[in-house]
């Protein structure tokens, strides 16, 4: 793999991504991208691994793309450009360890694949994980916040993949956790300020919910 498939893997999800306003759209996977490209600097890894894994991290995301089996997007582009199949099983088995599993998340094996997992989660937490939330809530109609709803936590994959909630609870039910489980300690330096974004966004949320002067 060169320089080459990172540049077509960009054009490939520019287009996968173009009619998506739910926040993982292809500036998403760009940030995720930078992200993993600066953790990676700081690891023993495989570099154009990372960048590629972390561009094509989405497409093929069950919240996006019901219908798709077996990675049937990634594996698309990837056999375009003849990556071998031993290959493209890893590449898939390493995507399908980054998502978020609820109780039942577990990291990566992988270096590359615990960058990863740290990039897309450090995407999901600070003032873009705010926005984030709230641009997917509104995707899924979901309500900002209802205060008979409590958070659900410590439920598995299924539950969690289930679960309407709020965007509000959402923040509880993932979004600050993820300080917590991220792999690499350039990840958890990164994370420090946006955990503390997120608490004071919500601080400030629940006094004006309240209309607390």
């Known amino acids: 793999m060169n320089e080459n498939i990172i540049r077509s893997a960009k054009i490939y999800i520019k287009d996968i991504f173009q009619n998506d306003f739910s926040g993982h759209d292809y500036y998403h996977s760009i940030r995720v991208y930078n992200l993993a490209t600066h953790i990676a600097q700081h690891e023993n890894a495989d570099l154009t691994l990372v960048q590629l894994i972390a561009l094509l991290h989405d497409v093929d995301d069950y919240k996006l793309f019901a219908q798709n089996r077996n990675f049937q997007n990634t594996r698309y582009f990837l056999n375009s450009h003849n990556i071998p199949p031993s ?8 995507i399908a360890d980054i998502s978020y599993k609820e109780t039942e998340t577990r990291p990566p094996e992988s270096i590359e ?3 990863v997992q740290d990039a897309d989660r450090l995407d999901a937490i600070g ?5 984030r939330t709230f641009a997917y809530g509104g995707t899924i109609n979901r309500p900002i916040h209802n205060p008979l709803l409590t958070p659900h936590t410590d439920i598995n994959y299924a539950d969690y993949q289930n679960c309407k909630g709020t965007s509000i609870n959402h923040f509880y039910e993932k979004l600050l956790c993820l300080k917590e489980l ?7 330096k990164i994370a420090e300020h946006r955990h503390l974004f997120m608490i004071n966004f919500l601080n400030e949320f629940f006094q004006e919910w ?3 002067f």
């Open 87 to 94: 290959q493209i099983d890893i590449i898939c088995s390493i």
């Open 113 to 115: 694949g615990k960058i």
């Open 127 to 131: 003032a873009i994980g705010i926005a």
């Open 182 to 188: 991220l792999n690499t300690s350039e990840a958890k």
């Open 210 to 212: 309240d209309c607390n």
